[in-house]
């Protein structure tokens, strides 16, 4: 590299820094705190979201940026827990084989018995902006001028969620967020930083379309506590044998000892002939259990009285009274 090329790099490099440092101090921005939480977490797969904006440059999947940045955040509240990445891939996989007809909806593995979630957040970008006016990431400035005028950002997302055992929506929710602010353009931090560049990081944080992204981010994070507090939390049955019920759920969702706990037997799905949807079924409720013992990712149960003469089995739904 010559002198002059090199002094550039060197000048190029001390604008974004100083530039980001400016974008700190003025908005004085840290992780958001969420309220101590000690109630029952459901399990939950966020999937990759689509990506419906046109000419990101370099081809960076923000899709599957955003949902991570979500899935943090998600994390930090303690309220949920979440699938993890493999057991995502293999959900969606058993997607795409189900839109090619290679697995039968009737009999073929449900997305729950795959992820073990009770249910799914999916999502799709719809704006993702770093310049006033038009669409995608606009590389019209020098990296001075993109990192040192002041730009603005927008942000749209749009969100499921979504029953894994009948694909019925619970709830949807459109977050749109903007940022009008000094700092380095995404087009900026994308160019220095190449291949190390990271959605979530510290130097993508430091953009304006950094701060709309976790605007954006904060709503739905918001729209999802509250949405899953109408969701009755709820497990199923390992196994069961006489004076025992084993529970798919353990300390890992906040499930504790002494908890009481009841059984419904969630009898034959009801597939639509012409859809091939599962509608759910007629669930029966079969009676109470009692926790007696939590381990990291199950939890042993004791059958109470009114148990008596009936019969607990695998896959057995169980839920707080």
Same mark, same amino acid.
């Given at each position: ?43 939950? #797969? ?6 419906? *904006? ?24 303690? %309220? ?57 990431? +606009?590389?019209?400035?020098? +990296? ?8 603005? #950002?927008? *942000?749209g997302i749009d969100v499921r969620l979504v029953d894994n055992a009948t694909g019925q929506i ?8 903007? !940022?009008?602010? %000094?700092? !380095? ?15 979530? !990081?510290?130097?993508? +944080?430091?953009? $304006? ?6 605007? #954006?981010?904060? +709503? ?28 798919? %759920? ?11 706990? *009841?059984?419904?037997? $969630? ?17 029966? %409720? ?21 148990? !008596? ?8 739904? *169980?839920?707080?009274?």
């Amino acid at each position: 590299m010559s002198v002059m090329k090199l002094a550039k790099h060197i000048s190029a490099v001390l604008v974004l820094c100083a530039a980001s440092a400016v974008w700190a101090a003025d908005t004085g921005e840290e992780d958001r705190t969420y309220p101590a939480y000690g109630g029952p977490r459901h399990v939950v #797969a966020v999937l990759p979201f689509a990506n419906r *904006v046109q000419n990101i440059y370099g081809g960076y999947e923000i899709g599957e940026g955003l949902s991570e940045m979500l899935i943090t955040e998600l994390m930090r509240t303690e %309220r949920f827990q979440l699938v993890e990445r493999e057991i995502i891939g293999n959900i969606v996989q058993e997607q795409e084989l189900g839109m090619t007809g290679l697995t039968n909806a009737q009999t073929g593995p449900k997305t729950g018995q795959l992820s073990g979630a009770q249910f799914m957040i999916r999502g799709a970008v719809t704006e993702f902006n770093d310049q006033a006016g038009g669409g995608g990431l +606009k590389l019209s400035y020098s +990296k001075a001028e993109a990192s040192t005028k002041s730009s603005k #950002a927008y *942000v749209g997302i749009d969100v499921r969620l979504v029953d894994n055992a009948t694909g019925q929506i619970y709830a949807s929710y459109n977050a749109h967020a903007e !940022a009008v602010s %000094r700092g !380095a353009s995404l087009a900026a931090v994308i160019s220095e930083f190449g291949e190390d560049f990271k959605f979530g !990081a510290s130097h993508f +944080k430091n953009t $304006p379309i950094g701060k709309a992204t976790r605007n #954006a981010l904060e +709503k739905i994070v918001d729209f999802i506590i509250a949405e899953s507090a109408n969701i009755p939390w709820q497990g199923m049955l390992i196994q069961a044998m006489p004076g025992a019920a084993y529970i798919n %759920r353990g300390a890992n969702t906040n499930l504790k000892s002494g908890d009481e706990l *009841v059984v419904f037997s $969630p009898g034959i799905p009801l597939i639509d002939p012409e859809t091939g949807f599962n509608l759910g079924s007629v669930e029966k %409720r079969v009676c109470t259990i009692s926790v007696t013992e939590v381990r990291d990712k199950f939890s042993i149960a004791a059958p109470s009285a009114d148990c !008596a003469g009936q019969t607990l089995k695998r896959g057995d739904i *169980v839920r707080f009274p």
